[in-house]
């Protein structure tokens, strides 16, 4: 079955700091780490949007709207993917998503609140 889950998310203020987990505890670990991990994001009444992503070589990727605040980082050996997100904003509120590419289909978790306020 296919299994990503979230955790971390949370309210916190504007200017502050959360940090996400994504784990994949039922994918292989030579599948997971050979997969780009991403996160993506939906606001409020917006599209899921990209967030940031990491390749299996460690290169990252980061949405212009994010770029120098957030930072993505993995740790194959506890099948995990990260997400620091600093100086937060209101416009960072919603629903954070854990994504990737595995065995032939595309992976989501259900998903952790994030909500900024201002």
């Known amino acids: 079955q296919r299994q990503l889950l979230e955790f971390g998310g949370g309210l916190v203020q504007a200017g502050g700091s959360l940090r996400l987990s994504c784990r994949a505890p039922?994918?292989?670990?030579?599948?997971?780490?050979?997969?780009?991990m991403a996160w993506y994001r939906q606001g409020p009444g917006k599209e899921r949007e990209f967030v940031a992503d990491i390749t299996s070589g460690r290169i990252t990727n980061y949405a212009g709207s994010v770029e120098g605040r957030f930072t993505i980082s993995r740790d194959n050996s506890k099948r995990a993917v990260y997400l620091q997100m600093d100086s937060l904003n209101s416009e960072d509120t919603g629903v954070y998503y854990c994504?990737?590419?595995?065995?032939?289909?595309?992976?989501w978790g259900q998903g952790t609140q994030v909500t900024v306020s201002s």
């Open positions: 994504n990737t590419e595995a065995y032939g289909q595309t992976w």
């Open positions: 039922r994918m292989i670990l030579s599948v997971f780490s050979a997969t780009t």
